[in-house]
């Protein structure tokens, strides 16, 4: 299924870069949460829900575009969680920085995950303790990998005070920041090795990314070390998170 989890990807990858790349109005419109929602989002959460609903007709969906409420999905223990434009921000940016995002939450553990950044072409997915990374190059297996000084992949649109403060005390170290869920895909490749999080996120965001990540090697824990959870909640909200190498 992960062969055909990565063409769903990139076939929502086409539909947002037809945006990207076209005469046609972005038709940006700010959600409830203040949050940006282009017309890239929404074609491909229609590319993403109807392929799934092929696929895997048995298996609910949460995508940011289309959440359930809280009495459809509080007992669901296997369903698809995705974010059809990752970095929406970034996306309006046009900086290229922003992804597909498909993951497949098992009893609040992310155990499949798909990360493709259509601009680059660039695509990662996960399953079964194993993850890959495929480019112009090819496609080949990926693990984290220990540095130093350690570079510290940041978000680019969330630098808060808190972040800042932690990242004074943290010794010696670089950092680079990056849109959309490929800070989690940078540190299961090797490429960074510690990418943490103060401020919020949903959990559409980070599932995919984190299923690579855990694959790859890498911790992703809450401040108080526990593993992020994806057991449905009333909230989307995820705790603030680090993802590490221990």
Request: proline share 6%; charged share 25%.
């Amino acid at each position: 299924m992960l062969e055909q989890i990565s063409r769903l990807a990139r076939e929502a990858g086409a539909a947002i870069m037809a945006v990207y790349q076209g005469d046609k109005p972005l038709d940006i419109e700010e959600k409830a949460d203040h949050s940006p929602v282009t017309a890239a989002d929404l074609a491909a959460h229609d590319v993403i829900k109807q392929g799934l609903a092929l696929l895997s007709p048995d298996i609910p969906l949460i995508s940011e575009e289309d959440p359930p409420a809280w009495e459809i999905r509080r007992h669901w223990h296997r369903y698809w969680l995705v974010d059809p434009l990752d970095g929406t921000k970034e996306f309006i940016k046009r900086n290229g920085e922003f992804t597909v995002n498909i993951a497949l939450i098992e009893d609040g553990v992310p155990v499949m995950g798909v990360v493709y950044a259509p601009v680059t072409g660039v695509l990662y997915s996960a399953e079964r303790g194993k993850a890959w990374k495929e480019d112009k190059d090819g496609k080949r297996q990926i693990h984290v990998r220990e540095a130093k000084p350690p570079l510290v992949v940041v978000s680019r649109s969330h630098m808060d005070e808190e972040l800042k403060d932690y990242l004074s005390q943290l010794g010696e170290h670089q950092t680079i920041s990056i849109g959309s869920s490929l800070k989690f895909c940078l540190v299961a490749e090797g490429s960074a090795q510690l990418y943490p999080r103060f401020g919020p996120t949903n959990i559409w965001d980070t599932a995919a990314g984190h299923a690579v990540a855990l694959a790859a090697g890498a911790q992703v824990h809450d401040w108080q070390g526990k593993t992020l959870n994806y057991t449905p909640a009333e909230s989307f909200l995820n705790p603030g998170f680090r993802v590490s190498l221990y």
